[in-house]
């Protein structure tokens, strides 16, 4: 099975060039990449914490103290993201959704709007009340945007590692992400290899198509 070019050269960076930055451009699609991120019934519970300096980065490593091994991952990458994740979708979140969907065009009249309103509200009561997983659900959400951010960046030429070696508590009360009704999961660092990186130059391994793939 042919393999595209940035999926192949895509993997986990452990040691980044710390004097090699994103550049403006590069990095200002990475970060639309955040934002226009697939997610069920366009309800984007999600928050980013965004590092470009060393300031910002180093408010992020307290979190990797006990993590050595992720901690010069943050301090050396170009730019550093905390993925967080609501706790729970308040009515006046919903409305905010609803509203920007709408200043954004979405729908042609009030009963659309309302059909919007109505689906979004539908998945959402099902995962609240009866399968009582929201805030897997909304991880779940968050967990696809990091993907999908991952490859974004990769089509760009921008290595990246995704990271949930770190004390998350520390995260949420560096940023007050608990005040705001969210709480990290998991920071990614962006920015390019350094020449000693050994897994740059391992063989990637992944299980065969005949294991993992079935035909319906």
Request: with cysteine; aromatic share 12%; net charge negative.
């Amino acid at each position: 099975m042919k393999t595209s070019t940035f999926t192949a050269q895509r993997y986990s960076t452990k040691v980044f060039d710390a004097n090699r930055k994103i550049s403006a451009q590069d990095w200002a699609e990475i970060q639309d990449a955040l934002r226009q991120s697939p997610s069920s019934v366009n309800i984007q519970p999600w928050h980013f914490i965004i590092a470009d300096d060393d300031a910002g980065k180093a408010r992020i490593a307290k979190a990797f103290a006990n993590y050595p091994f992720n901690a010069n991952k943050v301090i050396d990458a170009s730019h550093v993201v905390v993925f967080a994740c609501l706790n729970q979708a308040s009515d006046e979140f919903l409305k905010a959704v609803l509203a920007q969907e709408d200043k954004d065009g979405r729908y042609a009249t009030a009963d659309q709007k309302k059909a919007g309103d109505d689906v979004r509200r539908l998945f959402l009561n099902i995962h609240r009340e009866e399968l009582k997983d929201e805030p897997i659900w909304f991880a779940k959400q968050v967990y696809l945007n990091l993907g999908f951010t991952l490859m974004a960046a990769a089509t760009l030429g921008v290595d990246s590692v995704p990271m949930e070696g770190a004390d998350f508590a520390t995260l949420d009360a560096e940023f007050g992400l608990s005040e705001k009704g969210y709480h990290s999961l998991a920071v990614v660092a962006f920015g390019y290899r350094a020449e000693e990186d050994f897994n740059a130059k391992l063989p990637k391994s992944r299980l065969t198509g005949d294991v993992i793939f079935t035909k319906a």
